[in-house]
C-alpha cells in the first residue's frame, strides 16, 4: 500500500480526532484538509515502520495549537503554568484515594480509630476527647499519633503499589 492509500484509508480517524479539537464540521474539515496536505508535502519525515495514524495525529494538534496560538486563544505557556491552572483532577482518583484511606483507617484498632475520629474527623481538641472516651489525655495524643503514622505509612505503601498513568 502506497503512502497515499494508507494516508487516505486514515481519513475516518482523523475526522474524528479533527472533531475532537475543532467542534465544528466545518472548522474540522479545514483541519483535516490541512493535516492531509502538510502530511502529504512532509512525507520524506515520515519513518516507515511507524504508526502514520499517530504521525498525522501529531500534525493535527501541532497545526491545531499553532492556529488557535496565532489567533491568540491560546497563551504562550512554556512551562504549563496556565494548562496546570485550568486543570482538575480526574475524580476517579479520588474516590480510589478514598477508598485507599478508608481501607487504612479500618486497619487501625479501634481504639486508634475512635481516638483520630474524635481528634482528626470532628476536631474535638484532645482533653474532649479523652472526656467522651474515658481515658487519660495523653493516651489520646499517643493513640493519634500512633494512627496518624500508621495511616501514612499504610497511605505512601498504597500510592507506590498504584499503577500510575500517563
Known sequence: MTFEEELVGLRP????QAMRLARTID????LLQDTMVKALSKR??????SKLLAWCFTIMRNHFIGGKRREGRILDDPDDLHTNALSIDAP??????????????????KKQQHALYLVGWLGHEYAEAAGVLGLPEGTIKSQVCRARTKLETTLYAAEADRPSHP
Not at 472548522?27 to 479545514?30: F, N
Not at 476517579?92 to 486497619?107: K, N, T, V, Y
Open 44 to 49: 520524506d519525515q515520515f519513518q516507515p515502520g
Open 27 to 30: 472548522a474540522a474539515e479545514d
Open 92 to 109: 476517579q482518583e479520588a474516590r480510589e484515594d478514598f477508598r485507599d484511606f478508608l481501607g487504612a483507617f479500618h486497619s487501625l484498632p
Open 13 to 16: 480517524h482523523l475526522f474524528r
